[in-house]
């Protein structure tokens, strides 16, 4: 396939160019910051990758790159785990909603056509709760700024099926791997200060990086796979487990808890996300018969921490 993808040079779509050059495929990388692309992905080792520059608010010359793709990973998002001030919560709308609006009128315009548009969204779409199950078929929560934000994210992708393309939205969960929130965790471990955030009964929705990558290449060359789908590990654990494991994988305690009031001071608003939590299942996903790598949390940091 030759496949174009936003976010390619973050944590997940890195991750996802180099697994589909692995396959054979062709990528497209769009990219504000050409130079990293092109620092990420030399020509030397990856001859089939094409770094291009692009403006994900705007309409412009980028958007001629998705004629002739057969498929679309939308990744693209300002991160959600900075202090929420108002213009940082705007950021985190518009380059989710806008960004994905340009990106279908970018489709809308191509000829031919790709036949898949792979969009991420979240699993802040459902909100938070202790008690709460969710899966593809919960219902969003109107007041939860995440919600709404993961409502617009959605929304915006959704014209692509009357221009005859399938669409796959994936909700991710809390991706695990070398970087995002386990680099975040294993410092004060290593310093044997590691433990548990908030009451540490919280829910704890997350993926393996790997596995996350595995679905949405699944979903860009499986035909059937159209609709929501979470990305998270079928087994969602609470916070003290996650730390316990954490502790186990790297040989260190995970007795000290971090007090609700130092996330509330770093994160302001986002706190909430980190302090409150969900329990996330992935119903739709498992129905298709994807295999996970890493089904529990031990494994999957084990496997992280291991080269440390």
Partial sequence: MKVAITGATGFVGSRLV???HQEGHS??????????????????????????AYSPLTTGDWQAA?????????LAGEPISERWTPAHKQAI???????????????????????????????????????????????PVETDFLSQVC????????????????????RVGIVLGMGGAIARMITPFKLYAGGPIGSGRQWFSWIHREDLVSLLSKALTDAQMQGVYNATAPQPVRMNELCQALGEAMNRPSWLPVPDFVIEALLGDGAKVVLEGQQVLP??????????????????????????
């Fill in 18 to 20: 180099e697994r589909l």
């Fill in 27 to 52: 990528i497209k990388v769009l990219t504000r910051q050409r130079e990293k692309g092109q620092r990420l992905f030399p020509a030397s080792a990856f001859p089939r990758v094409e770094v291009i």
């Fill in 66 to 74: 998705i004629a002739g793709c057969d498929g679309v990973v939308n």
């Fill in 93 to 139: 709308l518009e380059s989710r909603q806008v960004g994905t609006e340009k990106l279908v009128e970018a489709i809308a315009k191509a000829d031919p056509k790709p036949t898949v548009l792979v969009s991420a969204s979240a699993v802040g779409y459902y909100g938070t709760s202790e008690t709460a199950r969710f899966d593809e078929t919960s219902q």
């Fill in 151 to 170: 409502q617009a994210w959605e929304a915006a992708a959704e014209p692509v099926q009357s221009l005859g393309v399938r669409l796959a939205i994936v």
């Fill in 283 to 308: 119903k739709r996903t498992q129905a298709t018969g994807f295999q996970y790598q890493y089904p529990q949390v031990k494994a999957a940091l084990k496997d992280i921490v291991s080269p440390l």
